[in-house]
Structure formats: structure tokens, C-alpha cells
């Protein structure tokens, strides 16, 4: 792998000394440098958080997992009317006098519009499985909206809710539905330069390096902006990113710290920043390719519907995963900031599977690829011509390439062989469809990364497994099963999951899910990550949630 260097900390622009009184330029190191802020069109947390800033949904979800409203009055439920007793309908009350930054109303009918633009197959929205549910979005007045549900849905607030939910100015993006959304200029323009309804809008943005926003003064509840101005700034690597809140104090707050463990500890000691854990709902894994990434293919390299020549060996999986060493890898590079774990879902408590089991067992890989034909040849096994010998791509900070060399050492003990591929996390988390190394368009055999489940009811984050999730070109390589992995099983419990609202019921198809998927060996969890970030001494907040 490429050797991970240290890279300095970006410079901060020139912000005021810390004070009590209102005012200054609040400053954030996200060294994933952020793309993109149309959050509808995004791959990367890092593009849903600088939309944020300025986009809304309804509602978001707290730390303990509680809607609270955002655009809407109040939380519809089933006893204040809001939503129907036979769960068909959820009519959500927009908060009164809401404008967007250029002055105009926020109304019932951008919601609607959001729904349109994101639902519709061409636009490609990645999130389009938070609003596959619904018949029909209805504007009844000026500040109401009636969600039809095609099925009665439990879980009502998976659309338009958190970062997966936020609202679109309908006169801004009329024209952007469709293909036009990532190919037509004004579209591309209005994604990177959104108009909001919160609290800042947009001053500049150089993608890939820095965003600044400055006070909207058209908020509805701008007596509780404290900043003038918030900077997200992009790039170094994690590490960096520590040293420059914790060590010399150029930041006042730095994100996703995924430093090992002793060395996040050396620079915690510099005693100018808190190290705030975040409440888990990351779970760190390898992601198999069903697909074919080999460069032969040209246009159908990675497509669905092209099968990888070893990978869809359940052999194969059920080996690899044997031999996956989690205990070193949490207790060499995580620490105190991860376990390892062989769920994908870890959160909340109560979905969590007991009946999954992940311990290493070198001899079983061995004799699960001798059963299945794989073949030594020298340090390598093969078949029919086929070689055990994999790509294997990550983002790059000193914490993800420690994880490869773990790995690659791994499964050498089974005579398969890692070729080690870092890439910026910029671009690895990127959503640029013409990218040939972002994680959707996924032109290696195995991948790495953390996804987060961002709501309490993991319905949409179980969502991204669908085969109709694949990704390709005929999505615009935004579908959330970058591995193209298809299980009919998995795809007829969802089904049944959609239609349960028996809470009891749909805790144990949550359960069905993650089994189905480990059993299938989809995806190999490793860690389940309480990735801390480090905040200013000087800074009051956050709370952090794991589902927002």
C-alpha cells in the first residue's frame, strides 16, 4: 500500500479570539473535504454535514433517538391526529412565517416538490429509498402536507426526516428533476450553492477545499445564531485534524477522528480540546464486489448483471470472513474507540442479533477452500485459471491503511492476496459519477468503509441491500448496494418488513435481515466504531446523535 503520510494541518483563516459575546467565525476541520451540498445527490457523510448548515428537513432525531421538529410545528403521531390510526396517512404542520434565504416562502408545496425530485428513478437521488413507500405527498394548505403510504408504514418518519430527509426550494430545483439533476449546468450550480431555510446560507464554496456561510437573515430564530460565520474546511488527514483543535488550537473543531487509538490519546494530552465520543451506529467493514471490476470489461466493468469470476463463491466469502482478524484490529489500532463486531446493525440495542458469531478460525477457511476446489499454487490459491488474488480499496488515514495491512496479512494465511489500494477520501467518498474511484462506482474486488444507520427505525438503512439498489450506470452509479449483492430471501423479509407494524414483528425481521446478510457473507462487519471527535475547550455543544 501506499505509505500513509502525515500531511500538515490546512491553514485556518484568521478568526477573533474566543469570547462569550456573539459574533466571530466558528471554525470546523472536516478532513474529508466536502463535494457537493445538495444532500439528495450525496455518497459521503462529510456532503450530508455541509449541507446541513443550510438545508432542513422536517424534523430531525436527538441523541437518545427523539424526532424533534425542524420545519414542522410538531411530531405527528397517531394521538394528536397526525398520523391515521390505520397507519395509511401521516399529515405532518409546517411551522408558520418560514422563509428561505432569498426572502420567498417556505411552503407545503416544497415539500411535495422534494418527494417529486427525489423519487423520481431518473434523478437518481441516493435517497431515494427514504420516500419508496409513498403513493402520494399532498399539499393541503400553504403549511400542511399529507403523506399517502402505498401500505400501512410504522415507520412514518423515514422520509423527510434527518439527513436523508432535507427540503428542497422548489424554485430553485423545478427544472432538475430527471437526468437534468447531475447533467444539466444549472443544476450542477444549484447543487453546490442550495437556498435554505436555516440558520446560515451559503458565502462561498470552493468544492474539495472550503465552504464558508454566513448569518441568513431571513432564519426564523436568528436571536439563537450565535456565529456570524461558520468555515468547514477540507483536507490533511485525520491526524492532522486532531493537532489542530487539540495541539495548536487553528480550529475549534475537528471531525471523525479515525487516529489509532495511542497516538489520539498523545495529542488529547495537549489539554486545548475534549475528546466528544459519539454515540455508536458506525459499523466498519469490507464490502464484497459481485460484480466485475476487471478493466477488460470497459463499459460493463462493476456493471450488475456481470458476475465477479471468484467472489460469488460462497466459499470464497465464508473464508475470508474466517479468517478476518477483529481482535487485533480493534485492540491494535481502536482501543477504546471501537469493538469488534459481526453485525451490521448495532444500534439500537433492542435490533441487535445474538445469533450471529464471528470468532477466527484460520484452519475451517483453509478447509472450506480446499472443499470448494481453490488450489495452492505457490502463495496462492487458484481455480480453473482464476487467482485468489484481490484489490482491495480504502480511504486514506493511518487508521484504515493499519486495517489493510492486518488484513492483507489475513488472508495470506489462506493463500488469497491483497493488492492494497488507498484513495483521498475526497474522492473515494465523492459522488462524481465520472470518478472511477469512488466507492459507488467500486472498480475493486473488496472495499472498506463506515456507514452509519441514521434513523432509530433501521428500515431504510436495511433499504440499501435491495437488489434494486445495485449500483451502475443506469443509476448513475448512485444505488446503495455498491456490490451488487442479490439475495431473493433478503428482498421478500424486507418486503415483509414493510408491510409489519407490529413492533415485536418488525424486531425480529430486523434480526432476519442482518442474519441473512452476514450468513450470506454480503458484507464483513469488523468494528463497531465510537469514533470521537475533538472540540475546543472554548466551545459549548454539541450532543451528538448517532442517527443524525
Avoid at 432564519?219 to 468547514?232: C, G, L, N, T
Avoid at 480540546?273 to 466485475?292: M, P
Avoid at 490459491?381 to 488474488?389: F, I, M, Q, T
Amino acid at each position: 500500500a501506499p505509505a500513509a503520510t502525515e500531511a500538515p494541518a490546512p491553514a485556518a483563516t484568521e478568526a477573533p479570539a474566543a469570547s462569550s459575546q456573539r459574533g466571530g467565525r466558528l471554525r470546523l476541520l472536516w478532513w474529508q473535504a466536502i463535494t457537493l451540498l445538495n444532500p439528495h445527490l450525496a455518497t459521503g457523510t462529510k456532503d450530508y454535514d455541509g449541507a446541513t448548515v443550510i438545508l432542513e428537513p422536517l424534523a430531525n432525531f436527538d441523541e437518545n433517538g427523539a424526532p424533534v421538529p425542524a420545519l414542522a410545528a410538531e411530531i405527528p403521531t397517531v394521538e394528536n391526529g397526525g398520523v391515521s390510526e390505520d397507519l395509511m396517512t401521516t399529515t405532518w404542520t409546517l411551522k408558520e412565517g418560514v422563509k428561505w434565504s432569498d426572502g420567498t416562502d417556505f411552503t407545503a408545496d416544497d415539500v411535495v416538490f422534494t418527494w417529486q425530485y427525489a423519487s423520481n428513478p431518473e434523478t437518481a437521488a441516493t435517497t431515494a429509498s427514504n420516500f419508496a413507500q409513498i403513493e402520494k405527498v399532498e399539499a393541503l394548505s400553504p403549511t400542511q402536507v399529507r403523506i399517502t403510504w402505498k401500505e400501512p408504514n410504522a415507520n412514518y418518519l423515514v422520509a423527510f426526516t434527518s439527513t436523508g430527509g432535507m427540503i428542497l426550494q422548489k424554485a430553485q430545483f423545478e427544472n432538475c428533476i430527471g437526468a437534468a439533476a447531475s447533467t444539466d449546468a444549472a443544476c450542477q450550480e444549484a447543487n453546490n450553492a442550495p437556498i435554505g431555510t436555516g440558520p446560515y446560507k451559503l458565502a462561498e464554496f470552493r468544492p474539495g477545499d472550503v465552504v464558508l456561510y454566513e448569518r441568513n437573515p431571513e432564519y426564523r430564530d436568528a436571536d439563537s445564531v450565535f456565529f456570524d460565520e461558520v468555515e468547514i474546511k477540507g483536507g490533511g488527514d485525520a491526524t492532522s485534524a486532531a493537532r489542530a483543535v487539540c495541539e495548536t488550537g487553528e480550529f475549534d473543531y475537528a471531525w471523525n477522528l479515525q487516529v489509532q487509538a495511542a497516538v489520539l490519546d498523545q495529542i488529547a494530552a495537549g489539554g486545548k480540546c475534549d475528546l466528544l465520543a459519539e454515540a455508536s451506529s458506525g459499523i466498519e467493514r469490507i464490502v464484497i464486489n459481485f460484480s466485475n471490476p476487471d478493466p477488460a470489461l470497459g463499459d460493463l466493468r462493476s456493471e450488475p448483471g456481470q458476475p465477479h469470476p471468484s467472489l460469488t463463491d460462497p466459499a470464497v466469502r465464508q473464508a475470508i470472513a474466517l479468517a478476518v482478524d477483529r481482535e487485533a484490529i480493534a485492540t491494535q489500532l481502536y482501543g477504546v474507540t471501537g469493538a469488534p463486531t459481526c453485525n451490521i446493525l448495532t444500534t439500537p440495542a433492542a435490533y441487535v442479533s445474538p445469533n450471529t458469531t464471528c470468532e477466527r478460525d484460520v484452519a475451517r477457511a483453509n478447509q472450506l477452500l480446499d472443499e470448494a476446489g481453490w488450489v495452492l499454487n505457490g502463495q496462492v490459491r487458484e481455480k480453473d485459471g482464476v487467482r485468489l488474488v484481490y484489490s482491495f480499496a480504502t480511504s486514506i488515514n493511518p487508521l484504515r491503511q493499519g486495517e489493510q495491512a492486518i488484513l492483507k496479512a489475513n488472508l495470506a494465511e489462506i493463500g488469497i492476496q491483497l493488492d492494497l489500494k488507498a484513495i483521498d477520501a475526497g474522492v473515494f467518498f465523492g459522488g462524481d459519477p465520472g470518478n472511477p474511484d469512488t466507492l459507488n462506482k467500486f472498480f475493486s474486488d473488496l472495499q472498506m468503509y463506515t456507514n452509519s444507520n441514521e434513523n432509530p427505525d433501521p428500515t431504510t438503512y436495511f433499504a440499501a441491500w435491495l437488489c434494486s439498489e445495485a449500483s451502475g450506470s443506469a443509476n448513475q452509479w448512485n444505488g446503495q448496494n455498491p456490490g451488487d449483492w442479490c439475495n431473493e430471501e433478503y428482498d421478500a423479509t424486507f418486503a415483509q418488513l414493510q408491510a409489519a407494524t407490529d413492533m415485536a414483528t418488525r424486531t425480529e425481521l430486523f434480526i432476519k435481515l442482518n442474519d441473512i446478510m452476514v450468513g450470506d457473507v454480503a458484507v464483513i462487519p469488523l468494528i463497531d466504531r465510537f469514533t470521537p471527535e475533538g472540540e475546543s475547550k472554548d466551545l459549548k455543544g454539541p450532543a451528538p446523535s448517532p442517527f443524525d
